[in-house]
């Protein structure tokens, strides 16, 4: 029996393991694929406390990982939950074809990209569509492509992508960016980038591969076709919780709710990273909620000894 399971390797999960078992609390790590999340899909961060030149985010990931199992984090990748009970002070996770016992459990399941429901986004999926710039920008040297979603994380790897692309046209259905200021100044007056705000992406278009899509201007109601052969998706996320639904408290978003100690609904399981129900979703408020989570398990299990 493990003191505290975590479920999701990604920064808040990492960080979570590195404290329970700094504690010498018996931790393991459930990831359903490979361990980084979100994170390590992205090229480049700047914004992380320690490196004033920046870091790749699976190099960062990397380090998280190492320092967890320096610790004694155990850590299993390609194991996805399936279900979660709670019985007798006892948590049991079920996977594919384990079960694993603890006496607490966080959630770090984080949050996957939002599909639009729009034609042609299922049927292009890797024949143009793309939710990965870090993975699938090389497939696009040379050629034009569409951004959906001018927040961080949309202008964020557009920029990388511009060391491929020929042109890059952000299309966001808000009059607005929301990406942070420092990122728009980097982008805004690069002659291979446009903007197309205040847009509606209406479809993804081709034939064995992207050509174009179909925007509208929510304004005019003009629609318009844009000629690309790629389309990345960074417009939002919706939270991995559905093996929780039945178990802990949602909002109606579907995220978690906790306290202040990152206590669910229920004693003994915790939320933390992007899974949580708040407004800010960001690297390091998810490392701070890690560690909240980490001290409050701690406590908790002190409460009822073994």
């Given at each position: ?15 979570a393991g590195i404290y329970t078992s700094r504690d010498r609390l018996k931790t ?27 870091v790749k985010g699976v190099d960062l990931m990397v380090k998280l990982k190492k320092?967890a199992e320096v610790f004694g984090t155990e850590i299993v990748e390609l194991k ?227």
């Amino acid at each position: 029996m493990y003191d505290v399971i975590i479920i999701g390797g990604g920064p808040a999960g990492l960080t979570a393991g590195i404290y329970t078992s700094r504690d010498r609390l018996k931790t393991l790590v459930l990831e359903k694929s490979m361990c980084g999340g979100l994170v390590a899909t992205a090229d480049f961060i700047e914004n992380y406390p320690g490196f004033p030149d920046g870091v790749k985010g699976v190099d960062l990931m990397v380090k998280l990982k190492k320092q967890a199992e320096v610790f004694g984090t155990e850590i299993v990748e390609l194991k996805e939950i399936k279900s979660i009970k709670q019985e007798s002070g006892k948590i049991t996770v079920q996977t594919q074809k384990e079960e694993y016992i603890s006496r607490s459990l966080i959630v770090a399941s984080g949050s996957i990209p939002k599909m639009l429901g729009i034609p042609g986004e299922t049927e292009f999926r890797g024949k143009g569509v793309s939710y990965c710039a870090t993975c699938d920008g090389p497939f696009f040297k040379d050629k034009d492509i569409v951004i959906v979603g001018c927040g961080n994380s949309g202008l964020q790897e557009g920029k990388a992508l511009l060391s491929f692309v020929k042109t890059i046209t952000f299309i966001d259905f808000l009059p607005f960016m929301k990406a942070a200021k420092i990122l728009q100044e980097q982008l805004q007056g690069n002659k291979k980038v446009m903007f197309l705000l205040n847009h509606e992406v209406l479809s993804i278009n081709g034939a064995n591969t992207v050509n174009s899509v179909t925007v509208k201007n929510r304004q005019t109601n003009e629609e318009k076709m844009v000629l690309v052969s790629g389309v990345f998706m960074y417009a939002g996320f919706l939270p991995n919780s559905g093996f929780v639904k039945d178990i802990v408290e949602l909002d109606k978003d579907g995220y978690i709710k906790t306290n202040e100690k990152m206590q669910t609904s229920v004693a003994g399981i915790y939320a933390v990273g992007d899974i949580r129900s708040k407004e800010v979703r960001q690297i390091t408020v998810a490392c701070g909620e890690a560690t909240i989570a980490a001290i409050s398990v701690r406590d908790y299990l002190q409460e009822f000894p073994k």
